[in-house]
């Protein structure tokens, strides 16, 4: 039986005991750290000042929406990590999602290039569709089918015990 600290009381248990929750934490927040880096690696991409030149406030106002929309599928990843029984090392996830959207707020009220057509123009909802968004809508999508499924799952297996 492995030691009380590496399994949760809130995991499935198998026909032997308690399941180890670790490999499922480690899981969760390894793809939750992809999904901020390539996040946060667009995001700082699209708003460098290459050569001298001034980003736009339409990149300020894509980076920022994409740093902001990378807090769904995270906070699914954490919603699945606690379905599967992690806890506290969920923490790992949720602090560095929180620097993003803080980066996110920060990039939505910068100015852009004062030479644009329109360098002082409001926040979209266009701009929480644009296309660097797309991986988070798209991540955000599986995770919400995986979660059903593993609720399916976790309620036949539920029904099924309790009715033997």
């Known amino acids: 039986m492995p030691p009380a600290h590496l399994t949760s009381e809130r995991a499935p248990t198998s026909a032997v ?11 969760v927040v390894l793809l939750g750290w992809l999904l901020l880096a390539w996040d ?3 995001a700082g991409i699209n708003t460098a000042p290459f050569f001298g030149d001034q980003p736009s406030r339409a990149r300020y ?3 920022g ?3 902001l929309t990378a807090l769904l599928p995270v906070l699914l990843l ?4 606690l379905v599967l029984g992690s806890r506290f090392g ?9 620097f993003a959207v ?16 329109d360098p002082t123009r409001a926040v979209r909802a ?19 089918a995986i979660l059903v499924v593993v609720w399916v799952v976790r309620r036949r297996r539920e029904a099924g015990t309790s009715a033997t």
């Open 17 to 27: 005991g308690p399941r180890r929750v670790w490999p499922a934490t480690a899981l």
């Open 65 to 67: 929406a994409t740093l």
């Open 40 to 42: 946060v690696l667009a």
């Open 90 to 98: 969920l923490l790992l996830l949720a602090v560095p999602a929180l």
């Open 102 to 117: 803080v980066a996110g707020v920060s990039l939505l009220g910068s100015d852009g290039d004062p030479s644009d057509p």
């Open 78 to 81: 954490c919603l699945l990590g």
């Open 126 to 144: 266009g701009d929480f569709v644009a296309d660097l968004t797309r991986p988070n809508w798209l991540a955000s999508g599986i995770l919400l």
């Open 61 to 63: 106002l894509e980076s």
